[in-house]
């Protein structure tokens, strides 16, 4: 096959493709508030979640953002989000990670505490996102009832996005979400001795 033929052959290719994405963009007409879950053992989800609430400042939405379990560390995305107080209500309630606070009850009043917070910005028709960070892991833990925060979610204000980052999702979440992304553990430098890395994991 000579390269204009597999020209020929590409273009008409991309062409077919074209028509199908096109026609599914045409009948996507539907404007709701999104509910997002963020969910697997790889690295990456809470990045995921920041990367959306960059995008969402670039379009001039307000944010909240709650941060569950990750309260023992500055964060980077802490540090940087921080500086924009008019456009993004930035909470972290947790305590550290459940192996190094080692305290049920501590680790539960914190995430009630948390969820105060939360339904506040579900109530908040201005905060059009939020980013509920590891709050899959809370849920899993049991540290929240997972259908109240269901429940607390489904009535929000019809345009909010709300994202949910954390590994171990609940079926119910997932169920309810939207779009939900898993990201897979396929390799991480930790495993090799690495300690983690500012503008990385930090």
């Given amino acids: 096959m000579t390269d204009s033929e597999k020209s020929q052959r590409h273009k008409a ?4 493709h074209k028509a ?3 026609e599914k963009i045409q009948q996507a007409t539907q404007d709701k508030g999104l509910l997002l879950c963020i969910t697997g053992n790889g690295k990456g989800k809470s990045s995921s979640g920041f990367g959306m ?10 944010v909240g953002i709650v941060q569950f379990i990750k309260g023992a560390m500055s964060t980077g995305e802490e540090a940087f989000f921080r500086r924009f107080p008019e456009q993004v209500s930035y909470h972290v309630v947790g305590d550290g990670f459940t192996w190094d606070t ?4 501590q680790d539960k009043a914190s995430a009630e505490a948390g969820w105060e917070i939360v339904k506040s910005m579900l109530q908040d028709e201005s905060i059009q996102v939020i980013l509920l960070d590891e709050l899959n892991i809370v849920l899993k833990m049991k540290y929240l009832d997972t259908e109240k925060v269901l429940a607390d979610i489904a009535a929000r204000p019809a345009m909010q996005h709300v994202i949910i980052t954390g590994r ?3 079926d119910s979440v997932i169920e309810a979400s939207d779009t939900v992304s898993r990201v897979d553990d396929v390799k991480h430098a930790f495993r090799a001795g690495i300690r983690a890395q500012k503008g990385i994991e930090l």
């Avoid at 290719?13 to 077919?16: I, S």
């Fill in 168 to 170: 171990g999702a609940p």
């Fill in 20 to 22: 199908v994405v096109d």
């Fill in 53 to 62: 609430v960059a995008r969402a400042l670039g379009h001039e939405m307000k």
């Fill in 13 to 16: 290719r991309m062409q077919r």
């Fill in 102 to 105: 080692q305290n049920l009850e």
